[in-house]
């Protein structure tokens, strides 16, 4: 049957389940694992290797290919002069206390978090409110248990719940000194030992190196691909014929030394970015195409709902958050949209994303407006894209330390005439009559505003002018020496640092939620796990399963395997010596849309059967028809209704003479 | 006209004129460039970044697709016990010495090398013969220019520059304290300073760092990818069903802490890698595909020869350099082959390629054979892809230090029948007999052979034997103690450990490589530069040049845009405000193959005309004719000569009514 109803929500998520699964089939596994392994540190095996690249390849499509990005590939090593310029040195940190008798370090906000979360928990179990399991990280729950008994669910007062939740709703807002008085106010421990910790102290979370063999020159591992499109922003300009707006992209690794990471691949130590740096006119923040995502809508959480202590979103059409003024300009508003469309595509579940604006502290001093793109999962809303408005920061920092001008220089298409009072000098008769001090004197006109220049215009015209240095000493002047006109001035060029909009992608946090939207158990059998990732995104496109090895199938499976490649499609044969079952059941776990079968019939009467993976519908047809089919159906211009116009359902039985 | 012929050599190769291009046209620069530059680290822009992704796109397909390889994407920070274990923490270094009063750092073997490379140069120009420039590095010529007026050319004794060619063949060769000799014999000082030069020392090239807030962790930035891979052995056993040979492969960054990178992309501190490691069994190193190479032919040159003193290669098929022994198995033929195949595909001249075998010192002391693919260029013939059958090495201590089994377990067809004596004891009496003894005498009986056994039984069998403890201690035995019998043992899996191929490519040596291989300035004016990269690489595919940026033309651009993009062909428009013919320069220079121009006589007859690069021949034809064309050209399955015959050539004239 090709139309059966798919049941998805059979059984209730179970994240257990999912990473049993994710670690079967070596999507990606801890690095390392047979050293013990490392906090932090993931490798990707074939298929999780294979959704990275599909998900890259999506977003150079997307993103670069649309819009002719210009492309990077900058180093990860970077010289420490570059970091202390950009603030990573003096600021890139989090905050991290000790417990003061085992010395274990933990994130100061973590802690605060999953404490107060865990109080507020165990506060809903005992009103018997419990819905959700608190979100606590796995391996905190495991030790937790093993350590000692669950303890009794404990009712707070109305006023501390409160309380909670307000600290909760603006967390990112606070500094290192007020998480350290709310350890203290709410007598916060480590949940693991129950010791108090010590002040939050600042963590840098550069890893530091050295450059060369002299241990002279100090280098760090970028934390971010950014500032290599910024410091080459001058040549950037250049291969895009001086004209802005214009965009630079990189995909990349960076390096984050976290203090104690454990959400998998949430909060790693290595990690693989796309970045995108958009250089705009500061004084004409709009975007040529902002008319194509006007009418999209978002689930917007702006900073003032936070700070009144709420996490509430608004639904509204970029259009009129722009209108509005809640995002702040039409660039930054199109890469939301954009950033919408690109998360939806590649299968993250619209419902389960939303755009939340930092609040003040929380975002950088020099930033004018930040949202980041959060998705929802296991452990809660999780950021996976930024998306800043830098203004002109890195540019002019960059530029001031190093001299060299990151500036675009625009031919004015009208030139801006002014008119100023001009003072010049007979230099020579100056010089004759003030000596040394003659410099002097023209520094002190020079740089004189136009209402001192009147007047002293006014008192040569009277036939003698005074002026007076800053040590008080007096020189006498006269119309011989200087005369002072109106002069036009014609300026054809206009210099400016244009502002940077940046979205900003954590690809390993994207990829792992759009693994748990996808994961899911057939409704007959929770053992049976399926990843329903789009065609777009999944590791391999079209499984070809033979009924066995045997030579008599060699051709048929290298005709339909060479065809496919033909037609841009990225098929695997799967010919192991088990069942066909078995065969579709570990592709269903590793998201293989689609499935072809060939068999004594095809042999015989050249058909094939597709199998469409989450409904397990097959249907049959000759060869090259279900060629053509699986080829519009992997490349999204049919879908499996309209495969199921175009071919017959198979039974399941096959005629063979 | 269409098929003039192109004289790609009518002015010698300028390698200052190529960098000047490839600066202008920003494929790479300099690293922090505006912050002084870092030596040995570089970023690529547009066209550079595009040439990069192109070549591991046909990387993937040429390896990974065509082979099913299994991918993986492993991290770079490693902590420091898995690269104590491999060997990397005592031995990954290079051979320093300090200038004895400027303290500047060089390589040893470079400067040997530059030291009487220069000297054998200045002979040749003595004895009349300067053929060819010295090879020398470029910035240090430049600096021994500016310091002193070229000394005059120095003839030396026949004997002695036979001994300086002896000393360069087998360069690497050398151990550290071999190198100072040669210093000191041949009285080699810095070239830059002509002081004395200290002992060589050695210097570790990988990158320190610290993993977490403790400082506790060591860690490196892996100089290579292949640890990634040997940790990962089992998943990938699995993931492959349990079935070997296979191979696994990642594409990704690594970094060497080099001493004193001077020669551009040929050695930098941070590059991009290809890596494959072949798992075979140590007993079959056949390979099933062997037959499709067996006839390509290579330039060999094997570590007698270069032991012997010389370089000079000998032509061969693949199928006689294994079956002679040259080449030690199949597998590392099939894939010396298969590396040739891929480097002369993406534009590598074949007549500047040859296979190395490393000699004997050069080689890592458990490799079994290995040879680099070596490009020639500017600076001499460079390793670009290096090949090497590591046996069972990695796999080896990895699986000694951390005793996880990484071996591969196959069941046998036919099981191996073994028989042999074997005691087996009356337990109760044994202990009953000799009390805490019973153990020792187990394991002393245990531990002998099948010699030994025969012996001890036939004293059993007169009634009494007598076994000695190694503390000279006698224990008296009886039949009522121990059995001794013949018996039959069945196995039916053997177990090993796999050996490991491993072709590993550096991709900016081949992207730096392929680009000096591509490049030439035209007869008639040496100022016009060109690219000549294949398609299959070329940054851009198509240039779409309308003759200007006016309304007129967009409908017709963006209908020739978009159908070449559903063809699958990557085009950029260029309707910047210069004549065509300065679009077309700029565009020969970043090696777009295909332009073609949109104009009035497009507008009223819907003809365009399509140019090619290198012999700038045009032909003209109704639109989509020539996409159909185009895209063909840009697929490979035509060349040049066929697009004549399908178009007619193009005079530069067009009616327009």
Known sequence: MSNITVKKTAHPFDKARLEALLNRRFFYAPAFEIYGGVAGLYDYGPPGSSLQSNIIAEWRKHFIVEEHMLELDTTIMTPAPVFETSGHVARFADWMVKDLKTGEVLRADHLVKNVLSARLASDQEARGLAAQPPKEDEKAKKKAKKDKAKAAPVQLPDAVVAEYQHVLAQLDNYSGPELGQLCRKHKITNPDTDNEVSEPQQFNLMFASSIGPTGQHPGYLRPETAQGHFLNFSRLLEFNNGRVPFASAQIGRSFRNEISPRAGLLRVREFTMAEIEHYVDPEDKRHARFGEVRDVELDLLDRHVQEAGSTQVTRMRVGDAVARGIIANETLGYFLARIYMFLTKIGINPARLRFRQHMGNE???????????????????????????????????HSAKTGHPLIVREALKEPIVTEKETAEFNKKTLGKTFGKDSAAIQTIIGEMDETQLLKLKGELAQGIATIVASDGREFKLTPDLLTIERKTFKQSIREYTPNVIEPSFGLGRILYTLLEHSFWSREQDVERGVLSLPAVVAPTKVLIVPLSAKEEFTPLVQEVSSKLRRAGVFSRVDDSNTS???????NDELGTPFGLT??????????????????????????????AVVTELVQGTIGWPEACERLPAYDGVQAVD
């Open 580 to 586: 066909i079952g078995k065969r579709y059941a570990r």
């Open 598 to 627: 060939l068999d004594f019939a095809s042999v015989q009467n050249r058909t094939m059967t597709l199998r469409e993976r989450d409904t397990t519908g097959q249907l049959i047809g000759p060869i090259d028809d279900v060629i």
């Open 363 to 397: 975002m950088a001093h020099y930033a004018t407006d930040c949202w980041d793109a959060e998705i929802e999962n296991s452990t809660g809303w999780t950021e996976c894209v930024g998306c800043a408005d830098r203004a002109a920061y890195d540019l002019s920092v």
